[in-house]
């Protein structure tokens, strides 16, 4: 079954505002990873965090993570129409390599 | 320069057919992995290799089989496909000692008839 659950599934937002994608995941975690996918390409890694971290910025980017919960968050600040994407969370687990364990997604889009 | 490369893009087939897809990396990495991105956008890891070693095999088909010639390289071979195969295929790498990041390839969309 699959690791992480995503919430929203869908999200619109008007460019400017800020935008929040959560995951949830059931198992302990090495690390959590964040990964952009625009349509039809592949993955682009964002960020990771550590599963001894508990918040972690990159650019416009915001990622908190609480192992307790077994939940992550990922902020997009002032949003762009080019963060229109599809946003995976995915949790790090290490099987002799490290194994990627991915959410269904979260689909933003930007409105101009 | 691509990082991770595959061939094809695209790859339309008739059922029943054996077809591969290739993979290759530059980026000096270390373990390289497939994983399988379904319909409903559902990404989920196959395999992964390690310096031509397989460590991970997820409950894959045996029709599927991953061939390693070397560092550089992991390809992915499909018998007998079936409509169910259809989906896109991403192959990616990392460097295991820094247990990190995984670069994705463009993907290859599979279409089985």
């Known amino acids: 079954s699959q690791q992480g659950e995503e919430d929203p599934q869908a999200l619109s937002i008007q460019e400017g505002e800020n935008a929040t994608m959560n995951c949830s995941y059931k198992?302990?975690?090495?690390?959590l990873q964040w990964y952009r996918q625009n349509s039809g390409r592949g993955l682009v890694h964002l960020i990771l965090?550590?599963?001894?971290?508990r918040e972690k910025h990159s650019g416009r980017l915001r990622v908190t993570l609480d192992t307790s919960k077994k939940s992550s968050s990922l902020l997009i600040t002032a949003s762009r129409a080019a963060d229109t994407a599809s946003y995976f969370c995915a949790t790090g687990i290490i099987q002799g390599a490290q194994k990627l364990v991915f959410g269904q997604g979260t689909r933003l889009t930007i409105n101009p | 320069d691509t990082a991770v490369s595959q061939t094809p893009k695209y790859l339309v087939t008739q059922m029943g057919n054996d077809k591969s897809i290739k993979c290759e990396q530059n980026?000096?990495?270390?373990?390289m992995y497939w994983y399988k991105q379904d319909s409903k956008k559902f990404l989920k890891i196959m395999f992964s290799y390690n310096n031509k070693e397989l460590i991970i095999n997820e409950t894959v088909p045996n029709r599927f089989s991953p061939k390693s010639p070397d560092k550089a390289h992991l390809n992915l071979h499909i018998n007998s496909l079936e409509l169910g195969d259809s989906a896109v295929y991403f192959c990616a790498s990392s460097s295991l000692s820094a247990r990190d990041e995984q670069f994705f390839g463009p993907g290859t969309r599979l279409t089985v008839l």
């Open positions: 965090i550590r599963s001894n971290e």
């Open positions: 980026l000096g990495h270390d373990t």
């Open positions: 198992t302990s975690i090495n690390n």
